[in-house]
Nanobody, 126 residues
Framework: QLQLVESGGGLVQPGGSLRLSCAAS????????IGWFRQAPGKEREGVSC????????NYADSVKGRFTISRDNAKNTVYLQMNSLKPEDTAVYYC???????????????????WGQGTQVTVSS
């Protein structure tokens, strides 16, 4: 069983930055693609960004391209989401999720990932 723990959320003013972390419990972490998803009140969950298990492929939702950057440090079993130029519409609970795609270059957002964290709240407000 892979356990994921998100951290780094909080309250930030529009235009500010946050860095979310997703720490995994398992030594085979580097076999898993990791995705970041978010859900705002009254809205459906949406994919934000993902990174392949190899780290060589990434994807971003159009709404965050150019503002968010995903990265991973397999030595620390951690994936990061650097969020810059935050907007009020980025307010949501952010979840990280993991999936062991056979293709280590694969990273997709419209997929049902196997393992999920508990989420961290991000609020962008003045």
């Amino acid at each position: 069983q892979l356990q994921l723990v998100e951290s780094g959320g909080g309250l930030v003013q529009p235009g500010g930055s946050l860095r979310l972390s997703c720490a995994a419990s398992r030594l085979t972490f580097d076999y898993y693609a990791i995705g970041w998803f978010r859900q705002a009140p009254g809205k459906e969950r949406e994919g934000v960004s993902c990174i392949s298990s190899s780290g060589g492929s990434t994807n971003y939702a159009d709404s965050v391209k150019g503002r968010f950057t995903i990265s991973r440090d397999n030595a620390k079993n951690t994936v990061y989401l650097q969020m810059n130029s935050l907007k009020p519409e980025d307010t949501a609970v952010y979840y990280c999720a993991a999936h062991p795609f056979t293709d280590r270059t694969m990273c997709v957002l419209n997929y049902e990932y196997n393992y999920w964290g508990q989420g961290t709240q991000v609020t962008v407000s003045s």
